[in-house]
């Protein structure tokens, strides 16, 4: 997203929270049309919409077919945010996973993107597999469920919330509120 736009128009501080979509999901995924069967969705439509807004608000984004389950992601996510490195290594996850379609799911892909970022390799198994942020990412999924979160994306600021791929004006609207 055009975060840093934002800011300029608005003093802002961004703090990353995980939520729990799908935590049920396994760890080699679930094709999409399999997720959603049931219930309504016109999948090639939804993708369209998606496009047309990640590319207005300079987001990658590709066709995906399957979801995976972002637990261990969240995890290293907050290690990272720990370090300093939470911007980009947040940045860094979604490209991986929403422009390249890659399970984020994977230790070895996670230790290879925290490695992408200058983050020491080993270190990174070694949070992975001593599961040492999942009380942080525990403590996340509470608060998500005590603002009422039941999707993502959600931006929410001063008891107001705006869920899911907004265009860029939405999020102006938000933040002037």
Do not use: C
């Amino acid at each position: 997203m055009r975060i840093e736009q934002l800011r300029r128009e608005f003093d802002f501080e961004l703090r990353w929270t995980a939520f729990p979509l799908h935590p049920d999901t396994p760890e080699d995924g679930v094709e999409l049309s399999e997720l959603l069967a049931g219930r309504g969705y016109d999948l090639p439509a939804m993708f369209e919409r998606v496009k047309g807004v990640a590319a207005e608000l300079g987001l990658l984004w590709s066709e995906r077919t399957h979801t995976y389950n972002s637990r261990r992601a969240q995890e290293l996510g907050k290690w990272a945010d720990a370090l300093g490195q939470g911007e980009a290594f947040h940045a860094a996850a979604y490209r991986l996973y929403f422009g390249d379609g890659r399970n984020i799911a994977l230790p070895d892909q996670l230790v290879k993107l925290a490695e992408s970022l200058g983050l020491p390799g080993a270190e990174a198994r070694q949070i992975l597999d001593e599961r040492r942020f999942a009380a942080a990412v525990d403590a996340d999924w509470d608060r998500a469920r005590k603002l009422g979160i039941t999707a993502v994306p959600t931006a929410v600021w001063k008891g107001e919330a705006l869920v899911g791929f907004q265009p860029y004006a939405a999020f102006q609207k938000l933040l002037s509120g």
